[in-house]
T-cell receptor
Framework: NAGVTQTPKFRVLKTGQSMTLLCAQD?????MYWYRQDPGMGLRLIHY???????AKGEVPDGYNVSRLKKQNFLLGLESAAPSQTSVYFC?????????????FGDGTRLSIL | DAKTTQPNSMESNEEEPVHLPCNHS???????IHWYRQLPSQGPEYVIH???SNVNNRMASLAIAEDRKSSTLILHRATLRDAAVYYC??????????FGQGTRLTINP
């Protein structure tokens, strides 16, 4: 099983450029999440989705947009990249809305903004 | 948000047990205690979770204090592959996994 797959794995952008990070899960999970992790820090939640067609803001949503057009995919967009968005981005999914459900993570996208 | 406190780092030897502590004195009655770990250059990996009773799985054991204000993740026989950052997290519904700094575990051969 692939689990949670993130593309691309690495990317370098110039300030002001835009890009979309793709997350795909094959576990039929309802919930999907985007986190960012800065050096030496824990993960911080950017946006999340509780089902197809829904999105909600997390802890650090500014500068990002998301879409969940299909249940298996969750897209994270940067409209105008800034150096402060240099980070490692992780996508995760979980089965349902219960506190005892684990989240399954992808291996991350390493994004550098010059 | 209910918070957790973990030591910044711990060190152990290969094939010995490891006890990773976590304090969560403001835990609410409905908070599950989750543990994740993050190996270098990888995404976090679920380890174990519990509510009130001690829990065991193939990876580890979770011992929860009777008052639920602290818990301990137990790796029964550490290997070099267990070297990672371990996060103790109180799960507040589906929207949030609030990650702290975690404990960086070093395993000596």
């Amino acid at each position: 099983n692939a689990g949670v797959t993130q593309t691309p794995k690495f990317r370098v952008l110039k300030t002001g450029q835009s890009m979309t990070l793709l997350c795909a899960q094959d576990m039929n999970h309802e919930y999907m999440y985007w986190y960012r992790q800065d050096p030496g820090m824990g993960l911080r939640l950017i946006h999340y989705s509780v089902g197809e067609g829904t999105t909600a803001k997390g802890e650090v949503p500014d500068g990002y947009n998301v879409s969940r057009l299909k249940k298996q995919n969750f897209l994270l967009g940067l409209e105008s990249a800034a150096p402060s968005q240099t980070s490692v981005y992780f996508c995760a999914s979980s089965l349902m809305q219960l506190s005892n459900q684990p989240q399954h993570f992808g291996d991350g996208t390493r994004l550098s903004i010059l | 948000d209910a918070k957790t406190t973990q030591p910044n780092s711990m060190e152990s030897n290969e094939e010995e047990p490891v006890h990773l502590p976590c304090n969560h004195s403001t835990i609410s009655g409905t908070d599950y205690i989750h543990w994740y770990r993050q190996l270098p250059s990888q995404g976090p990996e679920y380890v174990i979770h519990g509510l009130t009773s001690n829990v065991n799985n193939r990876m580890a054991s979770l011992a929860i204090a009777e008052d639920r204000k602290s818990s301990t993740l137990i790796l029964h026989r550490a290997t070099l592959r267990d070297a990672a950052v371990y996060y103790c997290i109180l799960r507040e519904g589906a929207q949030k996994l609030v990650f702290g700094q975690g404990t960086r575990l070093t395993i000596n051969p």
